[in-house]
């Protein structure tokens, strides 16, 4: 990973978006809402989608705020842009299903938890994919630790990280897909980017995930929704410590870890995606049948 500076001195004009997002109906009550990472895209998304809803899940994959905009736009987001779209996706499901479960790739994992606390009852259960509170993974850059400093000055405009190998992927096959497309993509080009994520990272939008962990982690203590975490040991970019700190913060009485052993941070499409699949069906399925015996508890009383 190397930081690339950048200015951009032709007009920058709003493209059409690449998609809004994938929703697959099932004939349930059940929905899940899967939110792709900071900077992807619902793509990434879509093997898990699939497998839900053949589980009799309804999956609704928007896509954020500006993703799909030239990233000269995209990189003016704020996390509450992001948040806003995680937020109005759930009020409308919650309007049209009985159950709703949320799960969020790696920034958005923190979206959906603070979705379980504003929406405290009503978020049926929550899995946190690869959760970023910070970059301490394997792959990480040694001089992360200056990007504060870059976040007070004008520079933060103009800077960019572009990634390399291996990208979060651990599988090769589709490392090397992302690498083709990677490796020679410019600031500017959205031709994969519906397919890929934004080659280039806004160092702005590093910043705003700064600021969005620090009014996260201090309201993890007001969550009691049920709370999955699933995370790959040789996470590259952020290590097993995130989902720790999560798990030892909130108070919700079903939480677990799920730790994977052949993946890297995007879980959702690594070599493990069935079995990250299964693990959330299984847990989104219990807590759907601990709601019906309880029920019936009730009924039978």
């Given at each position: ?5 950048y ?8 493209a ?18 899967l ?6 895209t ?25 993703h ?11 996390w509450?842009?992001?948040y ?40 049926a259960?929550?899995?946190c994919l ?13 001089y ?26 651990k599988?090769?096959?589709l ?13 500017d ?26 009014y ?25 410590k ?28 690594d070599?493990?995606?069935q ?9 989104f ?17």
């Amino acid at each position: 990973m190397s930081i690339v500076f950048y200015v951009n001195n032709k007009k920058t004009v709003s493209a059409a978006a690449p998609d809004n997002g994938l929703f697959l109906k099932a004939d349930s009550q059940r929905a899940v809402i899967l939110v792709h990472g900071l900077t992807g895209t619902p793509n990434e998304m879509r093997f898990l989608a699939g497998s839900l809803n053949r589980g009799g899940y309804s999956v609704i994959c928007p896509r954020l705020a500006y993703h799909g905009e030239p990233v000269e736009i995209l990189k003016n987001a704020r996390w509450q842009d992001f948040y806003a779209t995680v937020r109005e996706t759930f009020i409308k499901a919650q309007g049209e299903y009985r159950e709703v479960y949320l799960a969020g790739l790696s920034m958005s994992a923190l979206l959906i938890l603070l979705l379980a606390e504003e929406f405290e009852g009503k978020v049926a259960g929550v899995s946190c994919l690869s959760p970023t509170l910070f970059y301490d993974g394997w792959n990480t850059p040694w001089y992360k630790c200056f990007l504060p400093l870059a976040y007070l000055t004008p520079l933060k405009h103009f800077l960019y990280f572009k990634e390399s190998p291996p990208y979060g992927i651990k599988n090769e096959r589709l490392r090397a897909l992302v690498h083709e497309y990677f490796g020679k993509a410019r600031v500017d080009d959205l031709s994969g980017v519906s397919q890929y994520g934004y080659p280039l990272f806004p160092v702005t939008l590093l910043e705003q995930l700064n600021i969005l962990v620090k009014y996260t982690v201090p309201r993890l203590g007001n969550i009691h929704t049920p709370v999955q975490l699933i995370q790959a040991k040789e996470d590259d970019m952020t290590s097993v410590k995130n989902s720790q700190l999560i798990y030892d913060r909130i108070k919700s009485k079903e939480k677990e870890i799920v730790l994977l052993n052949n993946s890297y941070h995007v879980i959702t499409a690594d070599q493990e995606r069935q079995k990250v699949a299964q693990e959330m069906e299984r847990f989104f399925n219990g807590i759907a049948n601990a709601k019906g015996a309880a029920h019936e508890r009730y009924q039978t009383a």
